[in-house]
T-cell receptor
Framework: EADIYQTPRYLVIGTGKKITLECSQTMGHDKMYWYQQDPGMELHLIHYSYGVNSTEKGDLSSESTVSRIRTEHFPLTLESARPSHTSQYLC????????????FGSGTQLSVL | AQSVTQLDSQVPVFEEAPVELRCNYSSSVSVYLFWYVQYPNQGLQLLLKYLSGSTLVKGINGFEAEFNKSQTSFHLRKPSVHISDTAEYFCAVSLIQGAQKLVFGQGTRLTINP
């Protein structure tokens, strides 16, 4: 059974606040990803990691940053949240040789006022 | 760079009717193809995938998809839908070589009416 957890599920916060979205997986997967999804729009890859101390920016430019100090943990941080950051953020992990079988978390719906 | 287009943003159908969700992709190199489903308030789940071999692939919950290289399409089908199939469906591609990042389409909302 796949286990990948995202917290919080919902977050409403004021402009200028620093926030961290948590993502953890208990499957020992090397590859982890953050996607951003706006309503009715496609998923956009904003960050990915192929292992500890490895992080790369994705196809969509994002002001967020990530870290990968432990295999199971891949947090995403916004130093100063703005209304334009309002979106759903999905974390995923994979371990297949081709990396294609992604396991997704339930997502964090972020609203910045 | 590769891209994915899902031609319908919303598809309403009646229960027990057949359904087809359309997906076209663009890529200058060979790709793998996937369909993911997102049920309300849940994360994405893999429905099916095409890596190689038979162009007709079968997935979970009675879904199947056919890879058509000449038309660069990967349409998803189900002969008889159920209320529980109501969800958002995403088509995705990834390069066969290089970084295995998935590129997703914008999604199709499938609504089943009784």
């Amino acid at each position: 059974e796949a286990d990948i957890y995202q917290t919080p599920r919902y977050l409403v916060i004021g402009t200028g606040k620093k926030i961290t979205l948590e993502c953890s997986q208990t499957m020992g997967h090397d590859k982890m990803y953050w996607y951003q999804q706006d309503p009715g729009m496609e998923l956009h890859l904003i960050h990915y990691s192929y292992g500890v101390n490895s992080t790369e920016k994705g196809d969509l430019s994002s002001e967020s940053t990530v870290s990968r100090i432990r295999t199971e943990h891949f947090p995403l941080t916004l130093e100063s949240a703005r209304p334009s950051h309002t979106s759903q953020y999905l974390c995923a992990s994979s371990a297949g040789l081709l990396g294609e079988k992604l396991f997704f978390g339930s997502g964090t719906q972020l609203s910045v006022l | 760079a590769q891209s994915v287009t899902q031609l319908d943003s919303q598809v309403p159908v009646f229960e027990e009717a057949p359904v087809e969700l359309r997906c076209n992709y663009s890529s200058s190199v060979s790709v793998y193809l996937f369909w993911y489903v997102q049920y309300p308030n849940q994360g994405l789940q893999l429905l099916l995938k095409y890596l190689s071999g038979s162009t007709l692939v079968k997935g979970i919950n009675g879904f199947e998809a056919e890879f058509n290289k000449s038309q660069t399409s990967f349409h998803l089908r189900k002969p008889s839908v159920h209320i529980s199939d109501t969800a958002e469906y995403f088509c995705a591609v990834s390069l066969i070589q290089g970084a295995q990042k998935l590129v997703f389409g914008q999604g199709t909302r499938l609504t089943i009416n009784p």
